[in-house]
């Protein structure tokens, strides 16, 4: 089946760090990624996806590759600030109709 | 920008009662869907919409899960005699055509249900 499978958090950073969260997938055929991500008492809002191998996702300065031969999309970013606070969800769809999440990933940045 | 509204944003409910929550999705968007996320857990689908008819659902949606397009801006979840377990953050969502890859699903800010 399909599958995703992020780094747990909590992650706490200071301001102007860089961070990684690590995002590694199953699935049949070739799906594509997201991240998604949560703003406190916000929904879920799409960040950044890639739709093919090697393709780069970018949004907002955040970054994320679609690596077949290691099945994984790890989101990055080199310098966060306070509002990057959130949750961010990876995510999959083999190009049907739904979409499989992580856990999602509590990322919170210090002034 | 156009998003997708639900109501209510939370909504209490008695063990075996019914309860409906509502969805406006954007309005030119075609491809209307159902997730929920337990306290702690992941995000789960529970079903997709197109047409008029379910285009696919998940195990979780069973018997006791319904949903409807009552008019042309509307989109409900309804749960009937309601469960504990069935406590959660239920999100709607939206896309303008089929195959998230293509065209993304945009999400509502939840509706939290609680069941006491």
């Known amino acids: 089946g399909n599958s995703v499978t992020q780094m747990e958090g909590p992650v706490t950073l200071s301001e102007e760090a860089f961070l990684t969260i690590n995002c590694t997938y199953t699935?049949?055929?070739?799906?594509?990624l997201f991240w998604y991500v949560q703003y406190p008492g916000e929904g879920l809002q799409l960040l950044l996806k890639a739709t093919k191998a090697d393709d780069k996702g970018s949004n907002k300065g955040f970054e994320a590759t679609y690596r077949k031969e290691t099945t994984s999309f790890h989101l990055e970013k080199g310098s966060v600030q306070v509002s990057d606070s959130a949750v961010y969800f990876c995510a999959l769809s083999p190009n049907d109709y739904k979409l499989s999440f992580g856990a999602g990933t509590t990322v919170t940045v210090r002034a | 920008e156009p998003e997708v509204t639900q109501t209510p944003s939370h909504q209490v409910t008695q063990m075996g009662q019914e309860v409906i929550l509502r969805c406006v999705p954007i309005?030119?968007?075609?491809?209307f869907y159902w997730y929920r996320q337990i306290l702690g857990q992941k995000v789960e689908f529970l079903v997709s919409f197109y047409n008029n008819e379910i285009s696919e659902k998940s195990e979780i949606f069973d018997d006791q899960f319904s949903v409807e397009r009552p008019d042309g801006s509307n989109f409900t979840l309804k749960i009937r005699s309601t469960k504990l377990e069935d406590s959660a953050m239920y999100f709607c969502a939206s896309s303008a055509q089929g195959a998230p890859s293509n065209q993304p699903q945009h999400f509502g800010d939840g509706t939290r249900l609680s069941i006491l």
């Open positions: 699935a049949t055929g070739y799906p594509s």
């Open positions: 309005s030119n968007h075609l491809y």
